[in-house]
């Protein structure tokens, strides 16, 4: 079956402490993933895709096919980076398949 | 590129009413996609098109709901008769053909009273 898995509905860490949203995925073929994030009544917006293999706001995110897991990660969290995240899967056809997403919230 | 345009931003009606929620997708992308968020239920997709043609329907909640695209440049979501358990956001995204990502629009609050 395909699935994404995002394990965390609420995370909340202090400013400066590091930052990792969890996510698992259950797909057959060669995964494609996206990290998506949705500001306080705003669109959801790409962060990062795995092929990009860039930085984005500080965030990076490896995929590890052998945990099949997509993590985000960010060292150093700042309050700016209050906001939902989604964990996306893109299947042979292009959909996408979402997690349920993780709030973050970044305490001063 | 002014980015995928949905209307209107806000709508507050009462049940029983006709809701309609427009969107213009970025231009040369050929699929376009609704979805519905709520606090309950998280990002859920309700109906895609490719080309202009409906491909996967199978997320609209019920015969209430229905959606057209005429054009390339334009669909609508329809929602007759509402009901208050249809209040949500509703995002409207595009994708340009054969690939990822998608980009979405600013959505439709909808209240329904």
Known sequence: ?108 | DAGVIQSPRHEVTEMGQEVTLRCKPISGHNSLFWYRQTMMRGLELLIYFNNNVPIDDSGMPEDRFSAKMPNASFSTLKIQPSEPRDSAVYFCASREPGGQPQHFGDGTRLSIL
């Open chain 1, 1 to 108: 079956a395909q699935r994404v898995t995002q394990p965390e509905k609420l995370l909340s860490v202090f400013k400066g402490a590091p930052v990792e949203l969890k996510c698992n995925y259950s797909y057959s073929g060669s995964p494609e993933l996206f990290w998506y994030v949705q500001y306080s009544r705003q669109r959801l917006q790409l962060l990062l895709r795995h092929i990009s293999r860039e930085s984005i706001k500080g965030f990076t995110a490896d995929l590890n096919k052998g945990e099949t897991s997509f993590h985000l990660k960010k060292p150093f969290a700042q309050e700016e980076d209050s906001a939902m995240y989604y964990c996306a899967l893109s299947t042979s056809n292009y959909q996408l398949i979402w997690g349920a997403g993780t709030k973050l919230i970044i305490k001063p």
